[in-house]
């Protein structure tokens, strides 16, 4: 089945450093979504790609979609410490999602 | 958007017997989800929950362990059947409000199994 890896596992910075995760999937995505869940809370959607080379921002956010449609970033500018949380990538097909293990952001004020 | 209420919040229950977990959403969706997410870990998903009909679990998941049912478009429960520890896990559902695509997230259900 699809598989979708997403690295790094972790990411420590220093509060204004910039962050990016990456995002790839086995197959081909038809879109790809990114959501945010706080420690001790759910997941939020962020945004969903759906275009080949699709590139969207969200204030100090990037989101990137690869021109084949297999891969995807996440981009943010001079974090803060309200960036705290673990980003996923997600994509599926017909509304249903395999989400990626994550990235984890801890931001060091 | 969609506000999504789950219950119970949290519990701990003993080996061997059963917990359902309601999740009732304030307005009529397309989709509903049933996800298990280790703390730490990330999401995985157990079935679509489907209106009417039985639900569509996914590869590892089986309706004896994870009966669920949805009785009209606002409302679902998922039952969590002859529990052991290896059950613990925050449990969440999720919706797709009618005209969206993305999806919504109740706050989960946190279960421990003694």
């Known amino acids: 089945g699809q598989q979708v890896m997403q690295i790094p596992q972790y990411q420590h910075v220093q509060e204004g450093e910039d962050f990016t995760t990456y995002c790839n999937s086995s197959?081909?995505?038809?879109?790809i979504q990114w959501y945010k869940q706080r420690p001790g809370g759910h997941p939020v959607f962020l945004i969903q790609?759906?275009?080949?080379?699709e590139v969207k921002k969200q204030k100090r956010l990037t989101f990137q979609f690869g021109e084949a449609k297999k891969n995807s970033s996440l981009h943010i500018t001079a974090t803060q410490t309200t960036d705290v949380g673990t980003y996923f990538c997600a994509g599926g097909s017909n509304y249903k999602l395999t989400f990626g293990k994550g990235t984890l952001l801890t931001v060091n004020p | 958007s969609a506000v999504i209420s789950q219950k119970p919040s949290r519990d701990i229950c003993q080996r061997g017997t059963s917990l359902t977990i309601q999740c009732q959403v304030d307005?009529?969706?397309?989709?509903m989800f049933w996800y298990r997410q280790q703390p730490g870990q990330s999401l995985t998903l157990i079935a679509t929950?489907?209106?009417?009909?039985?639900?569509?679990?996914e590869s590892g998941f089986v309706i004896d362990k994870f009966p669920i049912s949805r009785p009209n478009l606002t409302f679902s429960t998922l039952t969590v059947s002859n529990m052991s520890p290896e059950d613990s896990s925050i449990y969440l559902c999720?919706?797709?409000?009618?005209?969206?695509?993305?999806?919504?997230f109740g706050p989960g259900t946190r279960l421990t199994v003694t």
């Open positions: 197959t081909t995505l038809s879109n």
């Open positions: 790609l759906v275009k080949s080379g």
């Open positions: 929950a489907n209106q009417g009909s039985e639900a569509t679990y």
């Open positions: 999720s919706v797709v409000p009618r005209g969206r695509y993305e999806q919504y």
């Open positions: 307005s009529q969706v397309t989709m």
